[in-house]
Nanobody
Framework: QVQLVESGGGLVQAGGSLRLSCAAS????????VGWYRQAPGKQRELVAR???????NYADAVKGRFTITRDNARNTVYLQMNSLKPEDTAVYYC??????????WGQGTQVTVSS
């Protein structure tokens, strides 16, 4: 079992940037997919970005061109660089690692608030 701890959230003005980090208690290399999801008040959790072990990525249409996901297997950390933030990006952001063999794990979430 792996534990995930997100950090880097906070309050930022529209147009600003934040970088979220997700530190894992163990190796993330064995997990095929790492990703970031978000959940706004009254809405379902949705995919923001994910990356496979091989480096393939996919992003929600709403964040394409503004957000970038990276994974540092040596540091067991997943990052989400968020630029040109908008008020509609306000949500709790969750880190996820997933693999058919090793399981599916979530962090506790970090709040991102973008003011207009």
């Amino acid at each position: 079992q792996v534990q995930l701890v997100e950090s880097g959230g906070g309050l930022v003005q529209a147009g600003g940037s934040l970088r979220l980090s997700c530190a894992a208690s163990g190796s993330i290399f064995k997990y095929n997919t790492v990703g970031w999801y978000r959940q706004a008040p009254g809405k379902q959790r949705e995919l923001v970005a994910r990356m496979t072990r091989g480096g393939s990525t996919n992003y929600a249409d709403a964040v394409k061109g503004r957000f970038t996901i990276t994974r540092d297997n040596a540091r067991n950390t997943v990052y989400l660089q968020m630029n040109s933030l908008k008020p509609e990006d306000t949500a709790v952001y969750y880190c996820n690692v997933m693999d058919e063999r090793w399981g599916n794990y979530w962090g506790q979430g970090t709040q991102v608030t973008v003011s207009s």
